[in-house]
């Protein structure tokens, strides 16, 4: 059974930081490019950051670049958002989505939720 889990939101204050992660099971983590994406309540799902199968590559939204990192322990099949320096508007609900390498796949988490706030 494929499953994407992730983990690691709360309530933060501003200029805080947390680490998500999404721990995946079911498939082979290490054929699958890995993103995370974030849903403000009211607004539509926003691509936050990518990762590449080989962790090679990393590409970040405008709006958070600077402030997150992701990481992936293909051996842990865990992928990881490292975020820094969180803004009221940073606060969302944060998805992680596994894209097949190789064919159509496309999985994706229950979402782990961020607030910001004082």
């Known amino acids: 059974q494929v499953q994407l889990v992730e983990s690691g939101g709360g309530l933060v204050q501003p200029g805080g930081s947390l680490r998500l992660s999404c721990a995946a099971s079911?498939?082979?983590?290490?054929?699958?490019?890995m993103r995370w994406y974030r849903q403000a309540p009211g607004k539509e799902r926003e691509f936050v950051a990518s990762?590449?199968?080989?962790?090679?590559?990393?590409h970040y939204a405008d709006s958070m670049k600077g402030r997150v990192t992701i990481s992936r322990d293909n051996a842990k099949k865990t992928v990881y958002l490292q975020m820094n320096n969180l803004k009221p508007e940073d606060t969302a609900v944060y998805y992680c989505?596994?894209?097949?390498?190789?064919?159509?796949?496309?999985?994706w988490g229950q979402g782990t939720q961020v607030t910001v706030s004082s």
């Open positions: 079911g498939f082979t983590l290490s054929l699958f490019i």
């Open positions: 990762i590449t199968t080989a962790a090679g590559s990393t």
């Open positions: 989505r596994a894209l097949s390498s190789t064919t159509t796949e496309d999985y």
